[in-house]
């Protein structure tokens, strides 16, 4: 018995990706799944307005447009970059059942998305690869992992912590030094957070993780895990003290556990992590 073919809605909140990238992720998945599959890339994801996919009023109508669409199973963000958070407040009032019933995919800038979502209870968050993870070393890998979440909810792809039974939210960790102070925030307590980082000096994720650590709603997290903190440029002097310093420091200051590190990055290894306790089968 042949299974039910899956409908995925690509849109882009942040920036643009090209027509090529869009070829190349649907050979992919054809290649991958065949008519188990269909991917639905929105228009609005080949627009540019400046740094943005479009206008703030274009991406928000996208996102509303294939949330409430029945047809689609999943939405997947194309792309992360900024402009997450420039969505339009009325977007999620507006959310019915159908978009409470999808899963969304992404990380980084849709970090910003998914937290709203997730504070609000709308469908499932999840933390994961996206389309333009596939330039990267390895990034087909991180793109079927994706995908192989989205059609058969794959066990293998998931991050250890997730498999856990604990519940779990991750974030890039600039995204929410910016994002903790703000209403779009959930209370993570009894969470394990899982956070990762890119091109950031280290004494910037040091300030990044004093904002996290030191909002009320972190206070009652279960515990911090520390994915990679990739690609930190070089500064005028030493930090004098390593990531996983950093974030141990932070959590004994919050009197947060810190629970070790984390399968999470902005590379071709990052992890899928559901929001939430994972009900595994």
């Known amino acids: 018995?042949?299974?039910?073919?899956?409908?995925i809605a690509l849109v882009c909140p942040g920036g643009p990706i090209t027509q090529d990238l869009a070829a190349q992720i649907g050979s992919i998945a054809a290649a991958r799944f065949g008519e188990q599959l269909q991917l639905h890339f929105h228009p609005q994801c080949f627009l540019t307005a400046g740094h943005f996919a479009g206008s703030d009023a274009e991406r928000s109508a996208a996102f509303l447009e294939v949330a409430n669409d029945p047809k689609f199973d999943a939405v997947w963000f194309a792309r992360g970059g900024y402009g997450a958070c420039r969505l339009d407040e009325s977007v999620f009032p507006k959310l019915n059942d159908a978009a409470r019933a999808k899963t969304y995919l992404g990380y980084s800038d849709a970090g910003m998305i998914m937290a709203r979502l997730y504070k609000e209870g709308i469908g499932k968050p999840v933390h994961g690869p996206m389309p333009t993870d596939l330039p990267r070393d390895d990034g087909e890998d991180a793109i079927t992992r994706a995908l192989e979440f989205l059609v058969d909810d794959a066990v293998d792809a998931l991050e250890p912590t997730a498999k856990s039974g604990a519940k779990?939210?991750?974030?890039?960790?600039?995204?929410l030094s910016h994002l903790i102070g703000t209403d779009w925030a959930p209370d993570l307590s009894g969470h394990v957070v899982l956070?990762?980082?890119?091109?950031?000096?280290?004494?910037?994720?040091?300030?990044?993780?004093?904002?996290?650590?030191?909002?009320p709603k972190l206070k009652?997290?279960?515990?911090?895990?520390?994915?990679?903190?990739?690609?930190?440029?070089?500064?005028?002097?030493?930090?004098?003290?390593?990531?996983?310093?950093?974030?141990?420091?932070?959590?004994?200051?919050?009197?947060?556990?810190?629970?070790?590190?984390?399968?999470?990055?902005h590379d071709a290894d990052n992890k899928i992590v559901p929001f939430g306790a994972v009900d595994l089968p």
């Not at 005028?236 to 399968?263: H, K, M, N, T």
């Open 1 to 7: 018995m042949s299974k039910e073919t899956k409908h």
């Open 168 to 175: 779990v939210a991750a974030f890039n960790i600039t995204v």
């Open 195 to 215: 956070l990762e980082d890119v091109s950031e000096y280290l004494y910037s994720i040091d300030r990044a993780l004093f904002t996290i650590m030191s909002s």
């Open 220 to 265: 009652n997290a279960a515990g911090v895990k520390l994915g990679r903190i990739s690609d930190v440029p070089e500064n005028d002097r030493p930090f004098g003290q390593s990531e996983e310093e950093i974030a141990q420091y932070w959590c004994v200051r919050a009197d947060v556990p810190y629970l070790g590190r984390a399968d999470i990055g």
